[in-house]
């Protein structure tokens, strides 16, 4: 199954609602935006693969899901995952570690791809949030309450004030 049927299959199996829209293949909050125009650009739920170099030295992937209008805050996402640095996961990386997703199209749910997954606390003003689901062209609207349930993600805050 490709990324897009893993959700869909996961939603249905857990009896939760959703919206699929098709549109223009898109890579940008901005660019998504525009092509669900009845969305807001808060309501985008932006995901980011980053590579963590940890205090014990080791590299580890991880997922930050965010507003689609705003930005991480990089001393705030160093102190949350207690590294001593990272950096956005590089396009070949993104590739491997999402078995074939181009960057654009990564949905917000990285326990998909072994990954752990942190959640800025100002997602969850949303009722309802939408992402691109595996495809920069798919994307899949749902309450943001359904996918704290299905995501199990991390709690926090780690967006810039700006």
């Known amino acids: ?41 808060s309501q985008g739920a932006k ?16 997922m930050l899901v965010l507003p689609g209008n705003r930005r991480i805050d990089s001393k705030k996402v160093r102190k949350l995952l207690k590294c001593s640095k990272f950096s956005f ?17 990564v949905p917000p749910f990285g326990n998909i791809f072994n990954l752990d997954v942190y959640v800025d606390e100002s997602l969850s003003k949303n009722d309802e949030i939408i992402f691109n689901a595996g495809d920069r062209s798919v ?13 199990k993600p991390h709690i926090s805050d780690f967006i810039s004030e700006r």
Do not use: C, W
């Open 89 to 105: 996961a590089s396009e070949d990386e993104v590739l491997e570690i999402t078995e074939g997703v181009l960057p654009g199209g």
């Open 1 to 41: 199954m490709n990324t897009l049927e893993v959700i869909k299959d996961r939603l249905e199996k857990n009896r939760i609602s959703y919206k699929e829209f098709r549109h223009r293949p898109v890579r940008t909050s901005e660019e998504a935006q525009r092509e669900r125009p009845d969305y807001s650009l």
């Open 139 to 151: 994307s899949i609207a749902m309450k943001y309450e359904d996918y704290k349930k299905l995501s």
């Open 47 to 62: 995901a980011i693969l980053i590579s963590a170099k940890l205090k014990s030295g080791e590299k580890k992937y991880f």
